[in-house]
C-alpha cells in the first residue's frame, strides 16, 4: 500500500542535471517508496516519510530549499553584490587577472603567478571541486563531474591559467543559467501570487479578516473597490466592473451583477460587492489552472523525450571517445601523452550534453507559462508540439462560432392580428416551456413591454413547439412540420419560410383553428470575432469546417457568412466523431468545442479545445487545451505560439550541436584550447536558455 504523498515547493533547484541527482538522493532514503521532480515547475511529490530536513540535506550539494505545497513562500531580495557565489566569481576573476598580469610581467612559471591562478581555482571553484569529486568516487558524471576532471587535468599537466579560466568561465555561466531558469519559472509563481491569502469575510453585521484556507462553501466575502477577490463565488449583492486578464486573458473588464460568477485573481475595480463563496481554495479556478499547467510542464514532449534517450547513449559515447583520444595516440601511434591528455579533456568539456539536454525543457516551460498569461491553458508539451502541425480546425457551431444565445430577428403577420400581437400570443404560451427558442420569444417581448396574456392547458409538444388555450381559442407555437401535420401551407407562405431559412433562421409559427396568425424567426448570432478568426487561420493554410447538429439551411447560411471550406450539417454526436476521424485525411485536426456537448469529438480529435475553460470544471479537465474566455480570437494565437516553439526548439538543438561539431573539428589541429571548449559548451547553454525566453513575449 502506498503512503500518503506530499508536496513540496522548492527553491535554488538550478540545472537539469542537479535535479536529476537531487530526485536520486531522495530515492535512497529509506522511508521513501517513491518521488516525482518537476523541474520546470520547481515542484516534488514525495510518496513516504520523509522529513523536511531529510529532503534538503539530499539537496545540500545544491543548496535546495524545501517548503511544503500550500506555504506562500515569501521571495527575498538578495542583492547581485551579496550573493555568495557571485562574490567567489568576482574574487577568481581578481586573483586570475592579476596572475596573468604576474605571468606577463615575470614569465609563465614564476611561483607567483602560479599561487595566484591556484587560488583563483580554489575560491572559484571549491563548491565545484568538491561536488565534482564526491561524483567522481560515485561514478557519476555529470557537467561538475566533467569541469573538476578538465580542472585537476590541466593543473596535473602545469596549466594552472587554463584551470583558473575554465573555472571563472563556469561560475559565470552558471549565474547565468540560473538566472534565466529562473525567468522562466516566473510565470508559474507569478500564478500562484494572483490570489490574495485572505479575505473579509463578513459574520453577521460583523467583518473579519481570514486566511482563505479557512473559508468554506456560502461564506459571505466583502470585495471593496481595488481590491483582488479572494475565492471563486457568486455575486449576492452589489456590481462592478471586474478585471479578469489573470483567468481569461480578456483586456477589457467584464460588468458583474446579481448571480454573476467571480473568480479568485480577479480586480474588483469599481462598487462594493458581496460574494457567496463556492469553492474551497483548493478548488478554485486559479488553483485548478496552477496545478494543471504544472502538470503541463513536467509532461515531457515528444522532441524532449527523443533528446532524452538520445542523451542516454551520447554522454557514454563522449567519455569513451575522451578516454580513447588520450590513451590510443601515446600507445600506438608515437604521440605525446602531455598533448594528447590535453585533446582528450578538451574532447570531455565540449562533449558535454548540458545545452541539448535542456534545449526542449526550457522551451515548454516558458511557452506553457506565456498561455497562462494570457488565458490560454495548454495541458502538456505534447499538446504544444501538435497544435503547430494542425492541418484542419473544426469548430462546433452553437456557442462556439455562434453566441449560443438565439434571438428573434422576424416577426411577421399573416393575419389581421399586428406584429406585437402575433408575438404576445407566442410568449404568453412560451413562457412555460424550458426551451431556448423559448426563452428568445419571452426576451423579445419583455423587450417591448408586451404584457402576457392569460393562458390555459398548456402542452409540450415534443421536439415541435407547444400549445394553449388562449381566452376561447386553441393555439399553437411550433414548427412548420407540426403546422404541416394538420394544415395546408400555402404557396406564399413556404416561400417566406424557405427565405428565412436560407438565412440560417430557424422559423417557428403562430396559428389557431381560425388559421395562421403569424410567424417567427429567430437565429444565433454569429460571434463578431468568428469572420476575423477564420480569416486568420485561412491566412495560415489551415482548412476550416463546421461540424452541427442544426438543420441544412442554417448550417450552410452561417458556413456562408463566416467562409468556412466546409459544412457538415444535422450530425449526431457518433457522426461528429466519424467526421473527425474522415478529416484527418488531411492531416493533424483541432476540434473546438464548448467540452460538455463534444466530448466525444474533442477526444477523438489529435488536439480537442475547449471554450470558456473559466468556471468550467469539465472543459479544464477533458480538453487538451482550454480557451479560459469565450475568446476565440485566441485560437490562432496558440497555434503561432506552438509553431513559435517548435522553431525555437530546433534552433536550440541547432545550436547544440553545431557549437560541438565546430568546437570538436577545431580540436584535431590543436586550435581549440580548454577555456575554449568552456566557452563553447557553457555558451551554447547560455544562448538556449535566453532563446528560449524570447518564448516570454506577449506578442507572438
Same mark, same amino acid.
Given at each position: 500500500?502506498?503512503?500518503?504523498?506530499?508536496?513540496?515547493?522548492?527553491?535554488?533547484?538550478?540545472?537539469?542535471?542537479?535535479?536529476?541527482?537531487?530526485?536520486?538522493?531522495?530515492?535512497?532514503?529509506?522511508?521513501?517508496?517513491? @518521488?516525482?521532480?518537476?523541474?520546470?515547475?520547481?515542484?516534488?511529490?514525495?510518496?513516504?516519510?520523509?522529513?523536511?530536513?531529510?529532503?534538503?540535506?539530499?539537496?545540500?550539494?545544491?543548496?535546495?530549499?524545501?517548503?511544503?505545497?500550500?506555504?506562500?513562500?515569501?521571495?527575498?531580495?538578495?542583492?547581485?553584490?551579496?550573493? $555568495?557565489?557571485?562574490?567567489?566569481?568576482?574574487?577568481?576573476?581578481?586573483?586570475?587577472?592579476?596572475?596573468?598580469?604576474?605571468?606577463?610581467?615575470?614569465?609563465?612559471?614564476?611561483?607567483?603567478?602560479?599561487?595566484?591562478?591556484?587560488?583563483?581555482?580554489?575560491?572559484?571553484?571549491?563548491?565545484?571541486?568538491?561536488?565534482?569529486?564526491?561524483?567522481?568516487?560515485?561514478?557519476?558524471?555529470?557537467?561538475?563531474?566533467?569541469?573538476?576532471?578538465?580542472?585537476?587535468?590541466?593543473?596535473?599537466?602545469?596549466?594552472?591559467?587554463?584551470?583558473? @579560466?575554465?573555472?571563472?568561465?563556469?561560475?559565470?555561466?552558471?549565474?547565468?543559467?540560473?538566472?534565466?531558469?529562473?525567468?522562466?519559472?516566473?510565470?508559474?509563481?507569478?500564478?500562484?501570487?494572483?490570489?490574495?491569502?485572505?479575505?473579509?469575510?463578513?459574520?453577521?453585521?460583523?467583518?473579519?479578516?481570514?486566511?482563505?484556507?479557512?473559508?468554506?462553501?456560502?461564506?459571505?466575502?466583502?470585495?471593496?473597490?481595488?481590491?483582488?477577490?479572494?475565492?471563486?463565488?457568486?455575486?449576492?449583492?452589489?456590481?462592478?466592473?471586474?478585471?479578469?486578464?489573470?483567468?481569461?486573458?480578456?483586456?477589457?473588464?467584464?460588468?458583474?451583477?446579481?448571480?454573476?460568477?467571480?473568480?479568485?485573481?480577479?480586480?474588483?475595480?469599481?462598487?462594493?460587492?458581496?460574494?457567496?463563496?463556492?469553492?474551497?481554495?483548493?478548488?478554485?479556478?486559479?488553483?485548478?489552472?496552477?496545478?494543471?499547467?504544472?502538470?503541463?510542464?513536467?509532461?515531457?514532449?515528444?522532441?524532449?523525450?527523443?533528446?532524452?534517450?538520445?542523451?542516454?547513449?551520447?554522454?557514454?559515447?563522449?567519455?569513451?571517445?575522451?578516454?580513447?583520444?588520450?590513451?590510443?595516440?601515446?600507445?600506438?601511434?608515437?604521440?605525446?601523452?602531455?598533448?594528447?591528455?590535453?585533446?582528450?579533456?578538451?574532447?570531455?568539456?565540449?562533449?558535454?550534453?548540458?545545452?541539448?539536454?535542456?534545449?526542449?525543457?526550457?522551451?515548454?516551460?516558458?511557452?506553457?507559462?506565456?498561455?497562462?498569461?494570457?488565458?490560454?491553458?495548454?495541458?502538456?508539451?505534447?499538446?504544444?508540439?501538435?497544435?503547430?502541425?494542425?492541418?484542419?480546425?473544426?469548430?462546433?457551431?452553437?456557442?462556439?462560432?455562434?453566441?449560443? $444565445?438565439?434571438?428573434?430577428?422576424?416577426?411577421?403577420?399573416?393575419?389581421?392580428?399586428?406584429?406585437?400581437?402575433?408575438?404576445?400570443?407566442?410568449?404568453?404560451?412560451?413562457?412555460?416551456?424550458?426551451?431556448?427558442?423559448?426563452?428568445?420569444?419571452?426576451?423579445?417581448?419583455?423587450?417591448?413591454?408586451?404584457?402576457?396574456?392569460?393562458?390555459?392547458?398548456?402542452?409540450?409538444?415534443?421536439?415541435?413547439?407547444?400549445?394553449?388555450?388562449?381566452?376561447?381559442?386553441?393555439?399553437?407555437?411550433?414548427?412548420?412540420?407540426?403546422? $404541416?401535420?394538420?394544415?395546408?401551407?400555402?404557396?406564399?407562405?413556404?416561400?417566406?419560410?424557405?427565405?428565412?431559412?436560407?438565412?440560417?433562421?430557424?422559423?417557428?409559427?403562430?396559428?389557431?383553428?381560425?388559421?395562421?396568425?403569424?410567424?417567427?424567426?429567430?437565429?444565433?448570432?454569429? $460571434?463578431?470575432?468568428?469572420?476575423?478568426?477564420?480569416?486568420?487561420?485561412?491566412?495560415?493554410?489551415?482548412?476550416?469546417?463546421?461540424?452541427?447538429?442544426?438543420?441544412?439551411?442554417?448550417?450552410?447560411?452561417?458556413?456562408?457568412?463566416?467562409?468556412?471550406?466546409?459544412?457538415?450539417?444535422?450530425?449526431?454526436?457518433?457522426?461528429?466523431?466519424?467526421?473527425?476521424?474522415?478529416?484527418?485525411?488531411?492531416?493533424?485536426?483541432?476540434?473546438?468545442?464548448?467540452?460538455?456537448?463534444?466530448?466525444?469529438?474533442?477526444?477523438?480529435?489529435?488536439?480537442?479545445?475547449?471554450?470558456?475553460?473559466?468556471?468550467?470544471?469539465?472543459?479544464?479537465?477533458?480538453?487538451?487545451?482550454?480557451?479560459?474566455?469565450?475568446?476565440?480570437?485566441?485560437?490562432?494565437?496558440?497555434?503561432?505560439?506552438?509553431?513559435?516553439?517548435?522553431?525555437?526548439?530546433?534552433?536550440?538543438?541547432?545550436?547544440?550541436?553545431?557549437?560541438?561539431?565546430?568546437?570538436?573539428?577545431?580540436?584535431?589541429?590543436?586550435?581549440?584550447?580548454?577555456?575554449?571548449?568552456?566557452?563553447?559548451?557553457?555558451?551554447?547553454?547560455?544562448?538556449?536558455?535566453?532563446?528560449?525566453?524570447?518564448?516570454?513575449?506577449?506578442?507572438?
Amino acid at each position: 500500500m502506498t503512503s500518503e504523498k506530499n508536496v513540496y515547493r522548492l527553491q535554488n533547484l538550478s540545472c537539469t542535471s542537479c535535479a536529476a541527482k537531487f530526485e536520486k538522493n531522495i530515492r535512497q532514503i529509506d522511508s521513501v517508496e517513491d @518521488v516525482q521532480l518537476n523541474f520546470g515547475a520547481s515542484k516534488l511529490t514525495v510518496a513516504g516519510d520523509a522529513s523536511i530536513l531529510q529532503l534538503e540535506e539530499a539537496g545540500a550539494f545544491d543548496g535546495i530549499k524545501v517548503f511544503p505545497e500550500k506555504q506562500r513562500i515569501i521571495k527575498q531580495h538578495t542583492p547581485f553584490w551579496k550573493k $555568495r557565489e557571485n562574490q567567489t566569481t568576482i574574487a577568481s576573476l581578481v586573483l586570475l587577472l592579476a596572475g596573468y598580469a604576474v605571468s606577463t610581467a615575470n614569465g609563465d612559471h614564476n611561483w607567483l603567478s602560479i599561487a595566484l591562478f591556484l587560488s583563483a581555482i580554489i575560491i572559484g571553484g571549491f563548491s565545484l571541486i568538491k561536488e565534482g569529486l564526491t561524483n567522481l568516487s560515485k561514478l557519476e558524471f555529470d557537467m561538475s563531474t566533467l569541469m573538476t576532471i578538465a580542472v585537476i587535468g590541466a593543473a596535473l599537466i602545469g596549466d594552472w591559467a587554463e584551470g583558473a @579560466v575554465v573555472v571563472f568561465l563556469f561560475s559565470v555561466s552558471e549565474a547565468l543559467e540560473s538566472y534565466s531558469i529562473d525567468k522562466a519559472r516566473n510565470s508559474i509563481t507569478s500564478l500562484i501570487e494572483i490570489a490574495p491569502t485572505t479575505a473579509t469575510v463578513l459574520r453577521g453585521t460583523n467583518e473579519y479578516e481570514v486566511g482563505v484556507e479557512d473559508l468554506r462553501i456560502n461564506d459571505v466575502i466583502l470585495i471593496k473597490p481595488g481590491q483582488k477577490i479572494a475565492m471563486d463565488g457568486e455575486v449576492i449583492q452589489g456590481d462592478s466592473s471586474v478585471n479578469q486578464a489573470a483567468i481569461t486573458g480578456e483586456s477589457v473588464p467584464v460588468h458583474k451583477a446579481l448571480g454573476d460568477e467571480v473568480f479568485a485573481g480577479t480586480l474588483n475595480e469599481e462598487g462594493a460587492m458581496q460574494v457567496r463563496v463556492t469553492k474551497l481554495a483548493e478548488d478554485t479556478t486559479i488553483a485548478k489552472i496552477i496545478h494543471l499547467v504544472e502538470e503541463a510542464q513536467a509532461e515531457k514532449a515528444p522532441t524532449q523525450q527523443f533528446i532524452d534517450r538520445f542523451a542516454r547513449y551520447y554522454t557514454p559515447a563522449i567519455l569513451v571517445t575522451s578516454l580513447l583520444i588520450m590513451i590510443i595516440p601515446p600507445l600506438f601511434m608515437g604521440g605525446v601523452w602531455g598533448e594528447w591528455f590535453y585533446k582528450g579533456l578538451v574532447v570531455l568539456v565540449v562533449g558535454c550534453p548540458c545545452a541539448l539536454v535542456i534545449s526542449t525543457p526550457i522551451a515548454i516551460v516558458t511557452a506553457i507559462g506565456n498561455a497562462a498569461r494570457n488565458g490560454v491553458l495548454i495541458k502538456g508539451g505534447i499538446h504544444l508540439e501538435e497544435t503547430g502541425q494542425i492541418k484542419v480546425v473544426a469548430f462546433d457551431k452553437t456557442g462556439t462560432l455562434t453566441e449560443g $444565445r438565439p434571438e428573434v430577428t422576424d416577426v411577421l403577420t399573416v393575419s389581421s392580428l399586428t406584429e406585437d400581437q402575433v408575438l404576445q400570443q407566442a410568449a404568453s404560451i412560451e413562457k412555460f416551456s424550458q426551451h431556448p427558442l423559448a426563452s428568445s420569444i419571452m426576451r423579445a417581448a419583455e423587450k417591448l413591454s408586451l404584457e402576457l396574456l392569460a393562458v390555459n392547458q398548456f402542452q409540450s409538444i415534443t421536439g415541435k413547439g407547444a400549445k394553449a388555450v388562449i381566452g376561447e381559442h386553441l393555439v399553437y407555437v411550433g414548427s412548420p412540420n407540426l403546422f $404541416r401535420e394538420t394544415n395546408t401551407v400555402e404557396q406564399s407562405i413556404e416561400q417566406q419560410i424557405l427565405a428565412l431559412q436560407k438565412q440560417g433562421k430557424t422559423v417557428m409559427l403562430v396559428w389557431s383553428e381560425a388559421g395562421l396568425e403569424g410567424i417567427i424567426a429567430v437565429a444565433d448570432q454569429v $460571434r463578431k470575432s468568428s469572420l476575423k478568426v477564420i480569416e486568420k487561420l485561412r491566412e495560415m493554410g489551415k482548412k476550416t469546417v463546421m461540424l452541427t447538429g442544426d438543420n441544412q439551411s442554417t448550417a450552410l447560411a452561417i458556413g456562408e457568412q463566416l467562409g468556412l471550406s466546409e459544412v457538415k450539417a444535422e450530425l449526431l454526436p457518433d457522426q461528429k466523431v466519424e467526421m473527425i476521424k474522415s478529416l484527418t485525411q488531411y492531416g493533424k485536426v483541432a476540434m473546438v468545442g464548448d467540452g460538455v456537448n463534444d466530448a466525444p469529438a474533442l477526444a477523438t480529435a489529435n488536439i480537442g479545445i475547449a471554450m470558456g475553460g473559466a468556471g468550467t470544471d469539465t472543459a479544464l479537465e477533458t480538453a487538451d487545451i482550454a480557451l479560459m474566455a469565450d475568446d476565440l480570437e485566441k485560437l490562432p494565437y496558440t497555434i503561432k505560439l506552438s509553431s513559435r516553439t517548435k522553431q525555437i526548439i530546433l534552433q536550440n538543438i541547432s545550436i547544440s550541436l553545431g557549437l560541438k561539431v565546430i568546437a570538436l573539428l577545431l580540436i584535431i589541429p590543436g586550435w581549440l584550447t580548454l577555456w575554449m571548449a568552456v566557452m563553447a559548451d557553457m555558451g551554447a547553454t547560455v544562448i538556449v536558455v535566453l532563446n528560449s525566453l524570447r518564448l516570454m513575449k506577449n506578442k507572438i
